[in-house]
């Protein structure tokens, strides 16, 4: 490997190892650093990929949201309309009833 950490390589030498095995040392640990960089930008990358999706996802969240928000609308105008039938239904039945009643249709 031509990776080196520099002051690693001194310090281990000036601590007694050979210059061969602090070189060799230096080198497995700037492999090491290099492997770990490269996993930190895998890693990144993959938290921008979720944010991403994450962000489709609230999008969509959105127009349902909004489509909710119509039904809603849509149900306050039936409920509307359902009561304004109950109100000319019921006194409409009972004017029959009792014209019925008059008549003599119920026996």
């Known amino acids: 490997m031509a990776l080196q950490l520099g002051a690693l390589r001194d310090a281990l030498i000036d601590a007694g190892a050979s210059e061969d095995k602090a070189q060799r040392a230096a080198e497995e640990l700037a492999g090491y650093q290099s492997e770990f960089t490269r996993v930190r930008d895998d890693m990144r990358d993959g938290f921008t990929k979720v944010d ?56």
Not at 70 to 75: F, P, T
């Open 52 to 107: 991403e999706k994450f962000a489709r996802v609230d999008e969509k969240f959105a127009r349902v949201d909004q489509e909710f928000a119509a039904v809603r609308s849509d149900m306050r105008v039936l409920k509307w309309q359902v009561g304004l039938l109950y109100a000319i239904t019921g006194p409409t039945l009972l004017l029959l009833l009792r014209v019925a009643a008059k008549v003599g249709a119920f026996g």
